[in-house]
């Protein structure tokens, strides 16, 4: 045992145990302190795996969209006279909701769901890496950036920072969130801590010492976050009533986000990822409400509708909005799936949003009228979407900073504000 | 008790070498990076960093064994694995993982499906030869059958308490594991099967952890035979991360697997993933590029996870007569992840011809022996064009052999391999100049990826202080690492399994075609850091079920969640 011990005075760890929390961690205890004034909140949405927007809100006033998909559209609404569970949901007359997304129907009668269709990135790829990276950096068709666009859209701080200013659920943070400015991933709410005490002291010390200046700036916003959110952990979460969050990885990150949200901890802006909209093959079952797509977007749907109605009031502080790295070939392939496309559409909730309504302009499905004659052409960038809410929701004006450039122009879907 | 300190105190050696990783987001940068490639290390970090980047972390005594041998020598070696005696203790955990050494149809046999026990039962298909396995699926048979006499109901699972006396339940409960054992292994066979069939998880697992090597198949089968081929891959995986003597030889395994990544839960890949991985993958990995490039396009577990034997020509026999057509998801992916690289030069237009050069290649009969075939009534016959080379009109299958050739041994292709493995060996953003040097090298000698490394291991730039310790270690290597360290003893793995998944890697099931990221930084944020916090604890106070560490100590366990440790 004496190689221990002389290993243990040689090295950095012969600092634990020497007591107090170092100064950085006292003055991270901000909850503790008199409640922040409640901040306005954008939560982010990522479907990865490009999902298919033309079946996901459907045109079907466009008698194209059928002779292109002959066996995998949504049928129209007049067509459910005896199976309405598997028409699209009639909307404004031109559009519909794929029958899954059923439960955010009344959130869009209400007028707090406003759709953004033939959105998405200018960039011509179809790779789902870098189409994920250029949305999630902010800057289609440009690689180098380092940081990205949510990171970057924090606003300038006043006074005491949280260090849950941007949160985001998972196992590793999104390359949305990474650059300089603090943000945290949280795989569980429950179990963010180093479990044994005595330990999370020594490691709170060896990190806040080291000189390795990517893991130290790593392990002090970490140990904020946790003896910030450990009063958070001693009380067990119940979702207001109504709100019935799906099983699953996704709506346990949107149950989770709310009750950081509920909790006043200082949220700002929050992520969440949801997978598998990849569907090149076998995309619908038989019927428009079975199959793959069907199955996600009945999760999607119902953790949304639950996050609406969990949150309550609250939504009046929160816009959450969904985006897809791109879209998929208005044709269907030879295998009742769809290959990589262009624009897609992407869905705005929250209590100050001017829903109830299909923003953008419909490009149109005939052959002359689709991008390289095969996928839905691009009428809304995603930044201007995007730019209407980090300068009117979250209040930072400095857009060129965000989306470097690029001049986002706001589309009204933000009510009262002009961004 | 010499086992830790040269292992953990060697982070704590003075270095030359200033940690790097400041630039990340365009804040000040100390040092000129290509400066930093250009600054030597010292005789004793050679030896650390070679250890680290060409091994899952070093056990006590490789330090002095690399330096007793010479550094030069010991790579060579780990360059021909096959030169090196593997570890009799490796061998001896893997002999029972049987799935591994099956062909796909056996292991669909051994450990069949629910379907598979259906088309045994009406006959379709023979029962395993193995008694053991028999029984099993006779059992099987008999819940199956159990089940659909109720009308759809759930299985009706035995109950314990109608298979035990109340002491004997007790016991059950209450028991220490080897009350448990000893209770379990007195019951009469028959019975045996029923009580783990009816047992929980949590109790399941239990007599597991206590059970003798030909119990423990018995009771991991109980929970569904199919779930032993995943169980078999990953305990392997680590294993040899852990025990292996050929370190490079898994090193390269694990990154040539990511690379070609295939997702093990993407239906039948399920069963297709254990050939894949020891004849497209293993193989190779020191061999020449466009073989396993063709290894890889010709696997059912590619073919099938990129859905290109689904991919039809429109104008072919099979797709007039089935309305079916082109599928371009694996044309797409293998320009851009496997081979040429999203920036290497090729358009939308490319990656459709090279979608109709590769149609016909299909498995036949996936679901039961799942094996490569090329079907010319599927295939598209007419000319193509990929990359500027004009394929002419029917050239059957040896359309995607020529597509293969033209793209294994392109340009961009060389740079992209070379960088994607300066990534994993060397530094998160390689150097130009050895990407330049490993390129000439792989075009040189016709995609030979020893030659390569080689070209890589003899550079400035891998032994210079802008690698060393530059990268954050993946969640394997941290946790294969944290093992090696202490020396622990490895009797199962599906402890270490789960805090893969904790940490954010789980082996064989990263969904998307990129694999995970080679770049260390991916790593870096506070979820997967209380994550390895966590798990160092656990290891250190032999919390982690199937890993001993044989003097408890929890300032190892510090150690390990340290800064330091989580850098290669």
Same mark, same amino acid.
């Given at each position: ?11 950095? $760890? ?10 950085? $961690? ?9 409640p ?5 909140? $954008?939560?982010?949405?990522?479907q ?18 059928? *002779? ?8 129209r609404?007049?067509?459910?006279t ?41 960039d ?9 990276d ?83 700036? #790593? ?36 149950r ?13 802006? #929050? ?33 949304l ?17 969904t ?16 290959d ?16 109830g ?16 004659a095969?996928?839905?052409? $691009? ?8 730019? *209407? ?28 504000i002009?961004? | @008790?010499?086992?830790?300190? +040269? ?20 804040? %000040? ?18 030896? !650390?960093?070679?250890l680290?980047?060409l ?16 550094? %030069?020598?010991?790579?060579?070696? =780990? ?18 993982l ?9 292991l ?31 059992r ?32 059950f ?6 009350q ?10 028959d019975?045996q ?12 697992? =239990? ?9 423990? /198949?018995?009771? !991991? ?5 199919q779930? @032993? ?26 990154f ?19 050939? &894949? ?45 089935? =309305? ?21 030069? &090729? ?8 979608? /109709?050069c ?25 000319? %193509? ?70 070209? @890589? ?9 802008g ?5 954050m ?25 789960? =805090?893969?998944?904790?940490?954010? !890697? +789980?082996?064989?099931? %990263?969904a998307?075609?990129?694999? &995970?990221?080679?770049?260390?930084q ?16 656990a ?19 510090v ?10």
């Amino acid at each position: 045992m004496t190689d221990r011990r002389v290993f243990l005075r040689n090295s950095a $760890l012969a600092m634990v145990g020497a007591g107090a929390a170092p100064l950085w $961690l006292q003055r991270a205890l901000y909850a503790t302190d008199a409640p922040s004034p409640r901040k306005k909140i $954008l939560v982010a949405i990522f479907q990865r795996g490009a999902a298919d927007g033309l079946n996901i809100v459907v045109p079907h006033a466009e008698k194209r969209y059928y *002779e292109l998909r002959p066996t995998i559209a949504v049928p129209r609404p007049s067509a459910a006279t005896d199976r309405r569970e598997d028409a699209a949901i009639d909307l404004d007359g031109f559009f519909g909701l794929h029958p899954s997304l059923a439960p955010l129907k009344p959130v869009w009668d209400g007028g707090h769901l406003a759709i953004v269709h033939a959105a998405g990135s200018p960039d011509p790829t179809r790779s789902h890496f870098d189409a994920q990276d250029f949305m999630e950096s902010g800057t289609p068709g440009l690689k180098a950036t380092a940081d990205g666009w949510m990171n970057r859209a924090l606003p300038r701080a006043a006074g005491r920072i949280s260090p849950v200013r941007a949160v985001a659920m998972g196992a590793v943070l999104p390359r949305a969130m990474r650059g300089p400015q603090p943000a945290v991933a949280v795989q569980n709410l429950g179990d963010f801590q180093v479990r044994n005490a005595d330990a999370a002291n020594a490691f709170a010390t060896l990190y806040a010492d080291t000189k390795d200046p990517l893991l130290g700036a #790593a392990g002090r916003e970490t140990f904020a976050a946790v003896s910030l959110l450990q009063s958070i952990q001693k009380q067990r979460y119940e979702p207001a009533a109504g709100a019935n969050y799906p099983k699953g990885r996704f709506g346990d990150c949107l149950r989770q986000i709310a009750q950081l949200i509920k909790a006043d901890v200082g949220v700002e802006m #929050a992520f969440a990822d949801v997978g598998g909209w990849d569907h090149h093959v076998n995309e619908v079952g038989a019927r428009a409400s079975q199959g793959q797509l069907a199955a996600r977007l009945t999760d999607f749907g119902q953790a949304l509708s639950a996050f609406w109605l969990d949150l309550g009031d609250r939504m009046r502080d929160v816009a959450l909005v969904t985006m897809s790295e791109f879209g998929r070939t208005a044709r269907e392939n030879g295998d009742r799936g769809t290959d990589h496309g262009h624009a897609n559409c992407m869905f705005v909730m929250g209590g100050g949003i001017r829903g109830g309504k299909v923003y953008g302009k419909w490009p149109g499905l005939e052959r002359e009228q689709l991008y390289e004659a095969r996928d839905l052409n $691009l009428t809304t960038d995603f930044r201007d979407v995007l730019g *209407e809410l980090v300068g009117g929701q979250l209040g930072n004006r400095d857009l060129s900073k965000v989306f470097p450039g690029y001049a986002p122009s706001p589309r009204g879907i933000l009510g009262g504000i002009q961004a | @008790m010499q086992r830790n300190k +040269p292992i953990l105190a060697a982070f704590v050696a003075l270095s030359m070498c200033l940690l790097t990783g400041i630039s990340a987001y365009g804040k %000040k940068k100390s040092t000129e990076p290509s400066a930093q490639f250009r600054q030597p290390l010292s005789g004793e970090e050679k030896v !650390q960093h070679a250890l680290s980047r060409l091994t899952f972390g070093p056990r006590p005594g490789d330090v002095q064994y690399v330096k007793k041998l010479g550094l %030069k020598k010991w790579i060579d070696l =780990q360059l021909h694995p096959e030169r090196i005696p593997e570890n009799p203790l490796l061998e001896t955990k893997l002999r029972p993982l049987d799935s591994l050494h099956m062909s796909t149809a056996q292991l669909i046999r051994n450990y069949p499906s629910p379907q598979i026990v259906r088309a045994m039962v009406a006959g379709e298909l023979p029962f395993p030869d193995d008694p053991d396995k028999r029984m099993m699926i006779h059992r099987l048979v008999e819940r199956f059958q159990g089940k659909t006499g109720q009308d759809g109901e759930a299985a009706a699972m035995p109950d314990l308490a109608a298979l035990l006396d109340a002491s004997q339940l007790r016991a059950f409960r209450t028991g220490t594991p080897q009350q448990k054992l000893a209770l379990f292994t007195a019951l009469p066979h028959d019975r045996q099967d029923q009580v783990l069939t009816a047992m929980g998880q949590g109790m399941r697992m =239990q007599l597991y952890a206590a059970a003798p090597q030909a119990l423990r /198949r018995r009771i !991991q089968s109980a929970a569904g035979p199919q779930a @032993m081929v995943a169980q078999d891959l990953l305990e392997a995986k680590l294993d040899r991360a852990v025990y292996s003597n050929r370190q490079l030889q898994e090193v390269l395994a694990d990154f040539w697997y990511n690379h070609f990544n295939v997702f093990l839960e993407k239906g039948p890949d399920h069963y297709l993933v254990t050939a &894949y991985e020891r004849d497209a993958i293993r193989p190779h990995v020191l061999g020449k590029f466009e073989d396993l490039l063709r290894a890889t396009a010709q696997s059912p577990a590619m073919l099938f996870y990129l859905d290109n034997w689904e991919s039809v020509g429109a104008q072919s026999p099979a797709g007039k007569r089935r =309305q079916r057509g082109l599928n371009e998801n694996y044309g797409r992916e293998l320009l851009e992840l496997h081979t040429l690289g999203v920036d290497g030069g &090729y358009t939308q237009k490319d990656v459709t011809e090279v979608a /109709r050069c590769f149609t016909g290649w299909t498995i036949r009969q996936p679901q039961r022996a799942a094996e490569f075939e090329f079907n010319p009534r599927m295939h598209d016959e007419g000319e %193509k064009t990929v990359l500027g080379v004009r394929i002419p009109a029917g050239g059957g299958i040896g359309d995607g052999f020529k597509v293969l050739h033209l793209v294994a041994h392109h340009p961009s292709t060389a740079r992209f391999i070379s960088r994607q493995l300066a990534m994993r060996f060397v530094a998160d953003d390689p150097p130009a100049s050895l990407l330049d040097r490993m390129s000439a090298t792989f075009l040189k000698k016709d995609g030979d990826l020893r030659a390569v490394l080689k070209t @890589m291991f003899d550079s400035p730039e891998f032994w210079s202080c802008g690698a060393y310790r530059s990268k954050m270690k993946s969640p394997l290597e941290m946790v294969a690492s944290s093992v090696r360290a202490l020396n622990a003893d490895v009797d199962f793995t599906f402890g270490l399994n789960n =805090q893969l998944v904790q940490l954010g !890697q +789980p082996l064989y099931r %990263k969904a998307e075609p990129t694999g &995970y990221s080679n770049s260390g930084q991916e790593w870096l944020n506070s979820a997967g850091l209380l994550a390895r916090m966590n798990f160092s604890m656990a290891l250190a106070n032999n919390k982690v079920p199937g890993v001993k560490v044989e003097n408890v100590n929890p300032t190892d366990g510090v150690a390990l969640g340290s800064p330091d440790f989580q850098r290669k």
